[in-house]
């Protein structure tokens, strides 16, 4: 979390929308040269919330302040797809709000002391129309994709601000449709096995890993993922879901709507890693599954941090967190392994990987349903509805 706590810059934009004044750490003002093409937009049309709740408070707006460079780090890009993801129908009532303020804060996003009209989305594919002056790993017309951090406006809108560490450029044998439904799902999983789990492509050859929830999106990524790496894969899914799961590489699937899948799991070799998607008693049981003879590990993104400083508060709400990750930990020692915490976190990095991975066909996307912008509620009621094979994708440029 530290790295979202850092101090940022306090940017202010000059009515050409060419120059750049910001405020450096030492106090000095600078004005910066900002490169852009002619397709940049004053104002833009976004769907957004104006207050926490269901797919009813989600409004179209055609006259969206357009998304703005505020830093010289940062790129203006025009967003052609976006996907829907589970997060999104969760901060939608809320979920997290007081943690991602505070970052917001801390990156200067709210403006008069309010998140709101707040958009969503976390990922996309689109074309990059304006540069600040410190980015130099991309130009105007680079085609990029990539997912952005939970403080800053989302990309369920036709452009979005991002920051050159958070994408790369994106891959060329995809098409934006494809390459929008990935970059969440394959940043939040390369942070949960890589990052947290600190698993490599050398580390991984002949490992055996455990993925529950296999056919949504994080679990569609992380089989091939792993898989391409040489690791022996087994997921869980429903009996409609099977096929599709080993296609992508899955070497064992257990049904959980045919048998008790602790019983079946019960009866197999111990797990060198698994990664925990759905929480609650996958976590609790899912500990019992792990090797004792190697440092195993169970790596789950179902966390109470979010939920414990809503409710509670923000200080409270983590010190309350640290004594349940304290106690996950102990649990997983029981058992010869570790249990340990992920979150999503914006990586252009991986992203670099992924796509080379891409283009070598070791991984595909995995899109379930292409929406227009103009029926994005529609795309958020099939992802509350959950039992997805792969991703719900926007394509902004199709509005009808």
Not at 44 to 73: D, F, H, V
Not at 185 to 209: D, F
């Amino acid at each position: 979390m530290a790295t979202y706590f850092s101090m940022t810059l306090n940017c202010l934009v000059l009515k050409s929308r060419r120059y750049l004044l910001y405020n450096s750490c030492n106090g000095i003002l600078h004005i910066v040269k900002v490169r852009m093409s002619s397709n940049a937009a004053a104002s833009m049309s976004a769907w957004q919330i104006n207050r926490y709740g269901g797919i009813e408070e989600l409004t179209l707006s055609t006259t969206t302040r357009a998304a703005t460079i505020k830093n010289p780090n940062e790129l203006l890009v025009r967003v052609h797809a976006s996907s829907i993801n589970p997060i999104d129908i969760r901060m939608m009532g809320g979920y997290g709000k007081a943690l991602i303020n505070v970052l917001r804060q801390q990156k200067g996003v709210t403006q008069s002391g309010t998140e709101f009209p707040l958009i969503l989305g976390r990922d996309f594919s689109g074309t990059v129309v304006e540069t600040g002056r410190n980015v130099t790993k991309f130009k105007v017309g680079d085609e990029v994709w990539g997912a952005i951090g939970a403080e800053r406006p989302g990309t369920h809108a036709k452009y979005t601000v991002v920051s050159q560490s958070e994408i790369s450029k994106k891959p060329l044998n995809i098409s934006h449709i494809e390459a929008a439904s990935m970059p969440y799902v394959a940043a939040t999983s390369w942070a949960a096995l890589c990052t947290v789990g600190e698993l490599t492509e050398r580390k991984a050859v002949g490992k055996r890993v455990l993925i529950f929830g296999g056919s949504g999106g994080i679990g569609t990524f992380s089989i091939q993922l792993l898989s391409s790496w040489g690791m022996d894969v087994t997921a869980t899914c429903s009996t409609d879901a099977i096929d599709l799961v080993r296609s992508l590489g899955a070497n064992s699937v257990v049904d959980y709507k045919v048998k008790p899948i602790w019983n079946e799991l019960k009866h197999q070799k111990r797990f060198d890693y698994i990664l925990d998607t759905l929480g609650g008693e996958y976590t609790t049981n899912g500990v019992k599954l792990l090797s004792p003879w190697q440092n195993s590990k169970l790596i789950t993104l179902v966390t109470p941090l979010l939920k414990n400083s809503d409710t509670l508060g923000l200080i409270p709400g983590m010190l309350k967190s640290a004594v349940t990750a304290g106690i996950d930990s102990i649990k997983g020692l029981k058992s010869g392994g570790s249990v340990r915490w992920a979150f999503f976190l914006p990586n252009g990095a991986a992203m670099e990987k992924v796509k080379q991975m891409v283009e070598a066909e070791q991984i595909k996307p995995v899109v379930q349903e292409t929406i227009p912008f103009s029926k994005v509620p529609d795309g958020f009621r099939t992802v509350s509805n959950g039992h997805l094979r792969g991703k719900i994708v926007i394509d902004n440029l199709k509005d009808s």
